[in-house]
């Protein structure tokens, strides 16, 4: 393994991105090449004033959603990089990675390179935070190798539902054969502004929250994304590996994988996610071993993006409690963040989980349960 500033490609000049990332202030960008892949790895430092000095602060990682990239977690990056080292990949043939060797999209193939990626690294235990897809991605990394885990964050995880809302069905359907072709052409005298204007919508609570300039900037990736000749094949294969991670069973089902989870676990919903129907809320509860839960009544899909000063606060109400724990204790409970929340700018990617469905029931307050209220 090796790693290399985004001047040197990670794989074969035709297949990388000519462009290098757009960066925050304070963020710096690296290509870590292993065998069959390479990727973008976003990172910011740890706060030269914060309660811990570089060396020992904590590792994170950040996994992004289908269609998205690392820059989606760069607001909640900003805000917990005081307490962590903070990291996030563009996951095989989004962002700025290069498509992998094998051609592999499966939850499983992306979780594998996450688990090569923390292993080729030795930053593990790391605080894995993963949406969308990636909470998915983050929950098989958790179920196959707790070493490697130190807590989990879950924004929206694409978990198996029962039935699809009427919001996420173009998603779902673009994993059978012939529906994206019927998109492309339907949509194929869309601007990239329309584009991201229907990406925001669906992801969203509120798009209004995302300004001109960063709509702009939006767009404007989009546009480098969608002209690239591997970007259908990434987002539709992904796509079909959700669904087909969705029907999976025995060990390897999603909902089984979260059972064996070990390491503390937050879960993070939104009231108004038009993709993963909040009221599964209840039963990611019941699944996960020591959860706790924040839902917010005036998210969307991407909270880490809309309300990162919440899932900020939720997250280390978490540390706190997990430093304060006796050792061989774990107690379920609940974490909530009442402060105004921050929306943070930019566009979430692509289309993120494929399906979502009303469970019977939703979230409240009740013991070890919590609802948060949104902030403005």
């Known amino acids: 393994m090796a790693s290399t500033d985004y001047s040197r490609p990670g794989a074969p000049p035709a297949s990388v991105p000519p462009a290098g990332p757009v960066l925050a202030d304070?963020?710096?960008?690296r290509t870590v090449r292993l065998s069959g892949l390479s990727l973008l790895v976003r990172s910011r430092e740890p706060a030269a004033d914060g309660p811990r000095d570089a060396a020992s602060a904590e590792p994170?990682?950040?996994?992004?959603?289908?269609?998205?990239?690392s820059q989606n977690w760069s607001a909640l990056m900003a805000s917990l990089h005081d307490i962590l080292d903070v990291q996030a990949p563009d996951l095989p043939g989004?962002?700025?990675s290069p498509p992998p060797d094998d051609g592999d999209y499966s939850v499983a193939a992306h979780a594998r390179a996450v688990v090569r990626l923390l292993d080729a690294e030795g930053r593990g235990p790391v605080h894995l935070f993963g949406n969308s897809m990636g909470g998915a991605v983050a929950v098989k990394v958790?179920?196959?190798?707790?070493?490697?885990?130190?807590?989990?964050?879950?924004?929206?995880?694409?978990?198996?539902e029962l039935r699809v809302?009427?919001?996420?069905?173009p998603t779902a359907l673009a994993a059978l054969p012939g529906t994206p072709a019927l998109y492309l052409r339907a949509t194929r005298?869309?601007?990239?502004?329309?584009?991201?204007?229907?990406?925001?919508?669906?992801?969203?609570?509120?798009?209004?929250?995302?300004?001109?300039?960063?709509?702009?900037?939006?767009a404007a990736e989009y546009r480098r994304r969608i002209d690239l000749p591997y970007f259908w094949d990434a987002t539709i294969r992904s796509t079909r590996g959700i669904v087909n991670a969705y029907t999976l069973g025995g060990q390897h089902a999603l909902w089984r994988q979260a059972e064996r989870v070990l390491a503390p676990t937050l879960l993070v919903y939104g009231v108004r996610d038009k993709l993963v129907s909040y009221r599964m809320a209840r039963r990611a509860y019941r699944t996960f071993r020591d959860p706790r839960l924040l839902t917010i009544p005036g998210s969307g899909h991407v909270a880490m993006m809309e309300h990162p000063r919440l899932?900020?606060?939720a997250f280390r109400d978490l540390?706190?409690?997990?430093?304060?724990?006796?050792h061989d204790g774990a107690a379920a409970g609940s974490v909530s963040a009442t402060t105004g929340a921050t929306g943070a700018t930019g566009a979430p990617g692509a289309a993120g989980a494929a399906g979502a469905a009303a469970a019977p029931g939703t979230p409240g307050t009740s013991t070890g349960m919590s609802t948060a209220a949104s902030g403005s």
């Open 165 to 169: 809302q009427s919001t996420a069905l």
């Open 94 to 96: 989004f962002g700025h």
């Open 142 to 160: 958790a179920a196959a190798r707790p070493d490697l885990v130190r807590t989990l964050t879950l924004v929206s995880p694409a978990l198996p």
């Open 26 to 29: 304070g963020e710096t960008s």
């Open 311 to 313: 899932v900020d606060r």
């Open 60 to 69: 994170a990682l950040f996994v992004h959603g289908l269609g998205g990239s």
């Open 319 to 326: 540390r706190q409690e997990i430093a304060a724990r006796p």
């Open 189 to 218: 005298r869309w601007s990239a502004e329309r584009r991201t204007q229907a990406l925001l919508s669906l992801c969203y609570a509120d798009p209004s929250v995302v300004g001109p300039a960063e709509r702009a900037a939006a």
